[in-house]
C-alpha cells in the first residue's frame, strides 16, 4: 500500500485566494482525520469523518474553512479565502475506525499565504 | 476535556546513550490509549509505540520502550543506544476508548541525537 497520499506537498498562494488540499487515504480505513500543525499551537484536529460522514468538525476554525469526503478513496480541505495566518503544515491521516487504532499519517501540505 | 504535556522542549543526547522523553497527560478516563509519534526532517508523522491503559506491562518496541504510571498519568518513552536517525520531534498522545477516535497531542519534544 502506498500510504495516505497528500497533495499538493507544498502550496503558496496569496491571500484571498481559494486553497484546496487533497488526500486519499488508506484503502480499507474507514476514519479520515485533517491535522493543522504549527509552532504555536503544535498539531490541532480540525475535522474527522467515518464512513465518509463528518463526525466532528468543531476543530475547524471558522467557516472559511470546509472539508469533504465524497467517498472512501478521496477527501479535500479548502479555504476560502485564505489569510496569512491560515499557514501552516496540513496532515491528513487515516485509521481503521476502532477504538486504540493508531493513524497512519501523509506528509503533510506546507501551506503559505503571503 | 483530555490534556497532554511534554515538558521538555528540546533534548539531546549522544549516539550509543540512552534517554528518556517525558509526558504527563490529565483525563478522567479509566480506559484510554496513549502513542508516541515521531516526526523526523522529512515532516511524516511515525507510528512509535501504542499503550493500552488497561494493560499494566509497559510496552516494548526494539530499541524503544515505554514506562506507564497509570496513577501517576505518566508515559515517558525511553529510547536505548540511541542512533543518529532517533534526530526528529517526539510527540505524545492520548486517545480516549470507545466513541470518538480523537487523538490529543502535546507539543513535542525535539530531540537531536549527536555522534
Known amino acids: 500500500d502506498a500510504g495516505v497520499i497528500q497533495s499538493p506537498r507544498h502550496e503558496v498562494t496569496e491571500m484571498g485566494q481559494e486553497v484546496t488540499l487533497r488526500c486519499k487515504p488508506i484503502?480499507?480505513?474507514?476514519?479520515l482525520f485533517w491535522y493543522r500543525q504549527t509552532m504555536m499551537r503544535g498539531l490541532e484536529l480540525l475535522i474527522y469523518?467515518?464512513?465518509?460522514?463528518?463526525?466532528?468538525d468543531s476543530g475547524m476554525p471558522e467557516d472559511r474553512f470546509s472539508a469533504k469526503m465524497p467517498n472512501a478513496s478521496f477527501s479535500t480541505l479548502k479555504i476560502q479565502p485564505s489569510e496569512p495566518r491560515d499557514s501552516a503544515v496540513y496532515f491528513c491521516?487515516?485509521?481503521?475506525?476502532?477504538?486504540?487504532?493508531?493513524?497512519?499519517f501523509g506528509s503533510g501540505t506546507r501551506l503559505t499565504v503571503v | 476535556a483530555q490534556t497532554v504535556t511534554q515538558s521538555q522542549p528540546e533534548m539531546s543526547v549522544q549516539e550509543a546513550e540512552t534517554v528518556t522523553l517525558s509526558c504527563t497527560y490529565d483525563?478522567?478516563?479509566?480506559?484510554?490509549?496513549l502513542f508516541w509519534y515521531k516526526q523526523p526532517p522529512s515532516r511524516q508523522m511515525i507510528l512509535v509505540i501504542r499503550?493500552?491503559?488497561?494493560?499494566?506491562q509497559n510496552a516494548t518496541e526494539n530499541r524503544f520502550s515505554v514506562n506507564f504510571q497509570k496513577a501517576a498519568k505518566s508515559f515517558s518513552l525511553k529510547i536505548s543506544d540511541s542512533q543518529l536517525g532517533d534526530t526528529a520531534m517526539y510527540f505524545c498522545?492520548?486517545?480516549?476508548?470507545?466513541?470518538?477516535?480523537?487523538?490529543?497531542f502535546g507539543k513535542g519534544t525535539k530531540l537531536t541525537v549527536n555522534p
Open positions: 469523518f467515518n464512513n465518509n460522514v463528518p463526525i466532528d
Open positions: 484503502s480499507g480505513h474507514n476514519s
Open positions: 499503550q493500552e491503559a488497561y494493560k499494566q
Open positions: 483525563t478522567s478516563e479509566s480506559n484510554y490509549y
Open positions: 491521516a487515516s485509521s481503521l475506525a476502532r477504538t486504540g487504532s493508531h493513524y497512519t
Open positions: 498522545a492520548f486517545m480516549k476508548e470507545g466513541g470518538s477516535e480523537k487523538l490529543v
